[in-house]
């Protein structure tokens, strides 16, 4: 089942989420609508807070080459371990800024441990658009947004753009 996206600016965009204790059949229920959620969408990424639940939850699928299996990615509780000093910057956007985008600068590797939908521990590396990907959508669980990552000047600007835009859609 899809689940509506919030739209920043909106507090609970700006909190901290909890750790995740039991894999239950709800959590796991909500991990799929939240994949259904992301390639209706489409995106390549997703976090829990993003549909209002207040939990260390993101899915993620950043294969992108056209014909190529899709790779759903569900984790739990999602913990960077270690970062490269190697960096890199993408233009990301985000499904709760729709149409804003900023060059984010982040390590280039990272390392992470998770729990997966079957709820076993994994640990795997990650470079390129999945580093990226994997970096914005634990940022959401910490209450960070790409745009926390650009200059406040350019950050207002899109979040004035983004209150005009909920003003608009409230009215139509
Ligand atoms: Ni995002």
Sequence with gaps: ?????????????????????????????LADDMLETMYDAPGIGLAAPQVGVLSRLIVLDCVKEEGAAPRPTVMFNPEVLAVSEKTNVYEEG?????????????????????????GR?????????????????????????????LKPLRRQMITRKMVKLKRERARA
Excluded: Y
């Excluded at 899809?2 to 796991?28: G, Q, T």
């Excluded at 985000?94 to 997966?116: H, K, M, N, Y």
């Excluded at 994994?122 to 926390?148: M, P, R, S, Y």
């Design 1 to 29: 089942m899809k689940r509506d996206i919030l739209l920043h600016p909106d507090p609970r965009l700006k909190k901290v989420c909890a750790p995740v204790a039991d894999l239950s059949d709800e959590l796991r229920r």
């Design 94 to 118: 985000c499904l709760s800024i729709p149409e804003q985008f900023g060059e984010v600068t982040r390590p280039a590797e990272v390392e992470v441990a998770w729990i997966d939908r079957e």
């Design 121 to 149: 521990a994994q640990t795997a590396g990650f470079d390129g658009l999945w580093a990226t990907c994997v970096q914005h959508e634990i940022d959401h669980l910490n209450g960070k947004l790409f745009i926390d990552h």
